[in-house]
């Protein structure tokens, strides 16, 4: 059973840093990782979307990689801002013969990034 | 191009009543999935759609259904609802092609069981 690991759960910090979100799973047996971003009380946006066969996608000031052998996904983002305060997501999606399967989730980190 | 659109928004019952929720995918989007979000379990896979057929079931209690209609528009009832179906309800969409698997997802219906 594939499980998603995000660490840290939260994290704070001052605007203008660089950071790093990591992601976890066990089973390497991946089609693709995508990354969401969740305001409160709001739906998923897509951030990015990586494919087995990729190494990183970047989007912005967005850039995430994909290690399938090791089970590891990270998202660095680059001179944060308030706005991107927020809850991120990565999920996975096994290998599968028909179109979209589902999705297993991460816990997700609380992103705060203050003034 | 309209995103997915999720009704109602927010939603109040009581327990075992049963609720029925709606989603209408982005237009020429086939398949459906939607999911549970709470504090507690973070997000879970309820099910998929495709061409009105389900392709995927989470591990939820027969109490949760749903069913896709010929336009893509899809629905989920849960009936006997329990103070545990408090949470909220995501419908994603995914396109054909070769941006297939990605999914695209609703604002949610906010579900509050008392």
């Known amino acids: 059973k594939q499980e998603v690991t995000q660490i840290p759960a939260a994290l704070s910090v001052p605007e203008g840093e660089n950071l790093v979100l990591n992601c976890s799973f066990t089973d390497s047996a991946i089609y693709n990782l995508q990354w969401f971003r969740q305001d409160p009380g709001k739906g998923l946006t897509s951030l990015l979307l990586i494919q087995s066969s990729q190494r990183e996608q970047t989007s912005g000031r967005l850039n995430a990689s994909l290690d399938k052998s090791s089970g590891r996904s990270t998202l660095y983002i680059a001179a944060s801002q308030p706005g991107d305060s927020a809850t991120y997501l990565c999920a996975v999606r096994r290998r599968s013969t028909g179109t979209a399967s589902k999705l297993t989730f991460g816990t997700g980190t609380r992103l705060q990034v203050t003034l | 191009k309209a995103g997915v659109t999720q009704t109602p928004r927010y939603l109040i019952k009581t327990r075992g009543q049963q609720v029925t929720l709606s989603c209408s995918p982005i237009s020429g989007h086939r398949s459906v999935s939607w999911y549970q979000q709470t504090p507690g379990q973070g997000l879970q896979f309820l099910f998929e759609?495709?061409?009105?057929?389900?392709?995927n079931k989470g591990n939820f209690p027969g109490r949760f259904s749903g069913r896709q209609f010929s336009n893509s528009r899809s629905e989920m009832n849960v009936s006997t609802l329990e103070l545990g179906d408090s949470a909220l309800y995501l419908c994603?969409?995914?396109?054909?092609?070769?941006?297939?698997?990605?999914?695209?997802f609703g604002p949610g219906t906010r579900l509050t069981v008392l």
């Open positions: 759609y495709f061409s009105e057929t389900q392709r």
């Open positions: 994603a969409s995914s396109p054909e092609g070769t941006r297939a698997y990605e999914q695209f």
